[in-house]
């Protein structure tokens, strides 16, 4: 869409102001912006088309040869001859394998189903009957309902049940090291055994208030970053300690950041809400009533065109609620004559800085489309490139690794020909996972 910001507004001025070559700048970013999601949108969805079918044959491949060394694995599993260390290892192995599975999404469940139950039937032979059976379909809603089911008050509870205990043990080193003679780092001065016990239990009784609050803030800043509970699941708690300083009390630092947040958020609604007064003030009403008299479905004879203009009409009205002035300019200069329009500087100042807002909300619409479903994902993260030739010697790449990862899944399998083969493989793993500790696989 193009637009003449010295027809739009029709000013008669000999020279530009700043504020129209601001107009003018913005306007033509935008121009681009759109124009680009549109372009990357329609490659990215030509790269699905086209990447199709290498994706497809390296899953079914991929599915394929998995299910043959799943199936051997599950062979050495149920060998009794193999170490209880050996056993776990080669379990976790196995559910790995599962879980890959499960990502290409296999047309046919009833293979994976019946490998898995095989999996849970040895684990029951050796280990009795299973706590929970493996399903790698139900593994994120398992998580997801252990954080639903993660009780606060009963966890701070039990850190404070174990700070406690430590420091009982701790005060009966300290009361056995009196009654040896032993010098202890603690205290070391002359007095009776109560003197010294008194003293101690008194520092002791400050240090262990603040460990306590330490952990608790630390346990509460962890717990939330991994989302296992937010500020809501602690009962208007504060943790409101001494502060390990002793200057004071303290709150989580967490406070702080929503205050700050609370700010940035009530400052960015009074921008908008001047922008939107300021709006008001200028001829984006007067624009509006133009567009909707060329719109009206209800002046509209003929049937398509009128279905086709309650769809324009409804964009407009929404971005009027909006405040959406690219749409209204794109509707007006689409549809309407520009001669009757006009804005002066102060009305360009305001709008000038709305058109920089909706500017960073176009700039990210590429990363929504990006996520807006899998396929554009994985076709952007394996292929996406600037130019044509580079996006095919990525999926050329693409089918050879593809070819290679395939075939050493099958090799492997072909491999697994006895049990010294398998304790070898584990070992392997468990040097690459953790090269220092090693030696229990033998």
């Known amino acids: 869409m193009q637009i ?36 990357f949108t329609e490659k990215l969805a030509a790269l699905v088309v086209t990447t199709a079918p290498a994706i497809r044959k390296h899953e079914l491949g991929a599915i394929a040869n998995l299910h043959l060394l799943i199936a051997k694995k599950l062979k050495f599993l149920a060998m009794k001859s193999l170490s209880r260390y050996n056993r776990d290892e080669l379990g976790e192995w196995i559910e790995e394998s599962f879980g890959q599975i499960n990502t290409y999404k296999p047309e046919d469940m009833k293979l994976l189903e019946q490998q898995i139950a095989r999996y849970n039937e040895i684990l029951e032979g050796f280990y009795g009957p299973l706590d ?18 993660f009780n606060s008050e009963c ?12 420091y009982e043990i701790d005060r009966a080193e300290f009361i056995e090291s009196i009654n040896d003679g032993s010098q202890h780092s603690f205290f070391d001065f002359e007095g009776e055994k109560e003197a010294k016990t008194a003293a101690y239990d008194k520092a002791k009784k400050a240090q262990y208030e603040i460990d306590l609050a330490q952990l608790k803030s630390a346990a509460t800043e962890m717990f939330m970053q991994e989302g296992v509970f937010d500020e809501g699941d602690l009962d208007g708690e504060e943790l409101d300690e001494q502060d390990p300083n002793g200057q004071g009390s ?10 700050e947040q609370d700010k940035a958020d009530n400052s960015a609604k009074a921008a908008t809400d001047k922008l939107k007064k300021l709006l008001e003030t200028a001829n984006i009403p007067k ?5 909707a008299k060329k719109l009206h479905p209800d002046r509209e004879q003929d049937p398509e065109q009128r279905l086709i203009k309650q769809d324009l009409m409804a964009k407009a009205i929404q971005a009027r609620e909006d405040g959406d002035i690219l749409v209204l300019f794109d509707l007006y200069t689409s549809y309407v004559d520009q001669s009757e329009l006009y804005f002066n500087d102060e009305q360009l100042v305001s709008i000038n800085a709305l058109l920089k807002v909706q500017i960073t909300q176009i700039q990210a619409e590429k990363q929504a489309i990006i996520e807006s479903n899998e396929q554009y994902y994985k076709c952007y993260h394996l292929f996406y490139a600037s130019s044509v030739k580079k ?6 790449t693409f089918e050879q690794e593809s070819v290679e990862e395939v075939g050493a899944i099958g090799d492997l399998a072909n491999e697994l020909k006895n ?19 090693f030696e229990g696989i033998l």
Not at 8 to 37: C, H, V, Y
Not at 287 to 291: C, D, L
């Open 419 to 437: 049990l010294a083969s398998m304790k070898e493989v584990l070992r392997d793993r468990a040097y690459a996972f953790n090269p220092f500790n």
């Open 287 to 291: 624009m509006f009533r133009q567009i």
């Open 391 to 396: 996006m095919q010697t990525k999926i050329k």
């Open 250 to 259: 303290y709150h989580h630092s967490s406070h702080q950041e929503h205050f």
């Open 155 to 166: 966890f701070f509870a039990e850190l404070e049940a174990d700070l406690k205990a430590q």
């Open 4 to 39: 003449s910001v010295s027809e739009l507004l029709k000013t008669g001025a000999t020279q530009t102001s700043s504020s129209q070559k601001e107009f003018n700048k913005l306007w033509k970013r935008i121009g681009s912006l759109k124009k680009s999601n549109i372009t």
């Open 132 to 149: 929970q059976e493996i399903d790698v379909e139900d593994e994120e809603e398992d998580d997801e309902e252990d954080n639903e089911s």
